[in-house]
């Protein structure tokens, strides 16, 4: 199984850019479906994004679309979150997620229970 970890969140105005990495331990982190997923303080862990095995397939939150973008590189076992234009809404930490099994169901993969495997959270902090 693989043990993820993130980093590069921190503080950052209005407007700016952040990318988080999502540092994936073992060998079988191509057999993953990826997500990032972020949780405010006092609220719930929501779904951010979503990235296939291979990488060719990407799901994002309305909240998000045309500025955050996932990827991953699976030679480096790596994922990414590279997120622009970030509004104060924004703030919270993230968390990435991987899943083995995959899942069945329209916007399954927006589920937290799908994912197997968890990292310990980033903190991003957007201020106004």
């Known amino acids: 199984q693989v043990q993820l970890v993130e980093s590069g969140g921190g503080l950052v105005q209005g407007g700016g850019s952040l990318r988080l990495s999502c540092a994936a331990s073992?060998?079988?982190?191509?057999?993953?479906?990826m997500a990032w997923f972020r949780q405010a303080p006092g609220k719930e862990r929501d779904f951010v994004a979503a990235?296939?095995?291979?990488?060719?397939?990407?799901y994002y939150a309305d909240s998000v679309k045309g500025r955050f973008t996932i990827s991953r590189d699976n030679a480096k076992n790596m994922a990414y979150l590279q997120m622009n234009s970030l509004k104060p809404e924004d703030t919270a930490v993230y968390y990435c997620?991987?899943?083995?099994?995959?899942?069945?169901?329209?916007?399954?993969?927006?589920?937290?229970?799908?994912?197997?495997?968890w990292g310990q959270g980033t903190q991003v902090t957007v201020s106004s």
């Open positions: 073992g060998r079988t982190f191509s057999n993953y479906a």
């Open positions: 990235i296939s095995l291979s990488g060719g397939s990407t």
């Open positions: 997620a991987a899943d083995r099994f995959g899942c069945s169901g329209g916007g399954c993969y927006t589920r937290l229970n799908v994912y197997q495997r």
